[in-house]
């Protein structure tokens, strides 16, 4: 009943209130996403010039970048035309980063995102409130592919709950109104995983949402505990690499499906599983995707026209398709993302961090980092290996001696090394965090 007024009452009202488009967007992207794959291909076609013929008539950076490439807007007939223009890396987004905003917005009106991205590098985008607000449908949408619906309760295995930041509103509004409940993946210990597996039995989630490692973690210490009237209608799996082994642990305990999902906080939602579990959809509704000869993703924002990030290269590596996807959907698919992994961390009081939390934390609060990993060469000795930038010193280096003490205590030692580049593996894959010494204490709760 609670989930019913939530739905058709207080997210209208708070969206009227608010003056938010998303729930008419959400009505339109649902009958949209099954569409015939050529008229998706259309659309996306027509926005794609919209966005460059925007970002030639209000961004430096592409004007100037587009004159040196000898290419124009008008060139673009075909997606294939769109080869001819650069590519935006990660270092051209922190290098050039003003000059990317559009001349026809005020930053002070955008919001603004800081992310370590899906490849530990920090970078700030701005993002205009009809986009986010268009964004955050289509990520509506993806989520109720999973089988909750907006309204129930969300139960979110995650470090850093958003709402904290807004102080008494922040948590009045979550309490009425977003109605998540937390387990902060920052600091993890059986008592308060025993603790979030109480809450959730009693609030009855309609959605599990977390990194892939954080909820096979949770899994791991209900199966141990006996814990088994978990039941909710989706569990998403974002931001990292979901393993098979890891998936099946999931679904067992929980008896419901993983939706794997892939983003990153400079595009938000990229791609989603649906209810086939058989490949991801393409969010063709925000962006245009291209997938290199040797499998690198490279994006075409549409939405933002803030900062319009125009065949961005993510830094992840992906499986295109071609298949059709049996659901019926004409967004396309791609097979599967080698993305980010990361291993959880154990402290010396024998709690448990997140590793794709912790890095991403420090290496966005390190002043000078241009990308970062952490390995854990034993429970009392950190290794914090960094790509400087030109103004990493001696603030960034007292910030990390604050932070490793902040978060592990006065026992561990850690040492800065820095390196040219941390290297993907050979698959594609970054590792963002490495622990030789956490299986242990995770084999403890039942990992
Ligand atoms: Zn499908």
């Known amino acids: ?44 076609l027509a926005a794609v010039k919209e966005q460059l013929r925007h970002a030639w008539d209000t ?172 039941r909710p209608n989706g569990i998403i799996s974002t931001a990292m690499i979901l393993h098979d082994w890891q998936r099946s642990v999931i679904e067992t305990v929980f008896g419901c499906k993983v939706t794997n999902r892939y983003g990153c906080e400079e595009v938000s939602l990229i791609a989603s599983e649906c209810e086939e579990h058989n490949g991801l959809h393409v969010n063709a509704d925000s962006l245009y995707t291209e997938v290199t000869a040797d499998g690198k993703l490279i994006i075409t924002d549409f939405i933002n026209r803030a900062m319009p990030l125009i065949r961005y290269e993510v830094g992840d590596v992906v499986v295109p398709s071609d298949r059709a996807c049996k659901c019926g959907r004409g967004l396309p698919l791609i097979e599967r993302v080698e993305g980010r992994e990361a291993d959880y961390v154990v402290t010396p009081a024998g709690n448990l961090i997140s590793g794709i939390s912790l890095t991403e934390n420090f290496s966005n609060l390190v002043p000078g980092t241009a990308q970062m990993q952490i390995v854990q060469e034993s429970v009392t000795q950190l290794r914090i290996r960094l790509v400087a930038d030109d103004d990493f010193g001696d603030a960034g280096r007292r910030k990390i001696a604050e932070l490793v003490r902040d978060t592990f205590g006065e026992s561990v030692s850690h040492d800065v090394e820095l390196v040219d580049a941390i290297p993907q593996e050979p698959s594609g894959k970054y590792r963002f965090c490495i622990s030789k010494v956490a299986r242990e204490r995770m084999q403890e709760m039942g990992a």
């Not at 100037?64 to 997606?79: I, L, N, Q």
């Open 59 to 230: 961004v430096p950076y592409y004007r100037a970048a587009w004159t040196k490439a000898g290419v124009h807007p008008s060139d673009v007939r075909e997606f294939t035309d769109l080869q001819a223009f650069p590519v935006l890396t990660k270092a051209d987004i922190r290098r050039h980063n003003r000059a990317l905003v559009s001349s026809a917005h005020d930053v002070a009106k955008c919001r603004v995102k800081t992310t370590s991205g899906s490849t530990g590098v920090p970078l700030t985008i701005y993002c205009d409130e009809p986009a986010m607000q268009w964004k955050a449908a289509c990520t509506v949408r993806s989520d109720e592919w999973s089988g909750y619906r907006l309204g129930q309760r969300v139960a979110k295995v995650w470090g850093n709950p958003e709402y904290r930041h807004f102080g008494l509103k922040g948590r009045l509004r979550n309490y009425f109104f977003d109605r998540a409940v937390y387990l902060d993946t920052l600091n993890l210990n059986d008592d308060r995983i025993a603790e979030f597996a109480r809450v959730i039995s009693r609030h009855r989630p309609g959605l599990i949402f977390g990194h892939a490692h954080s909820l096979y973690l949770v899994a791991c210490a209900l199966k141990k505990t006996g814990v088994t009237d978990v």
């Open 1 to 44: 009943m609670l989930d019913f007024l939530n739905r058709h009452l207080m997210h209208p009202f708070m969206a009227w209130r608010e003056g938010k488009q998303h729930l008419r967007h959400l009505r339109a992207l649902e009958r949209t996403q099954f569409d015939p794959p050529e008229v998706i291909r259309a659309r996306q």
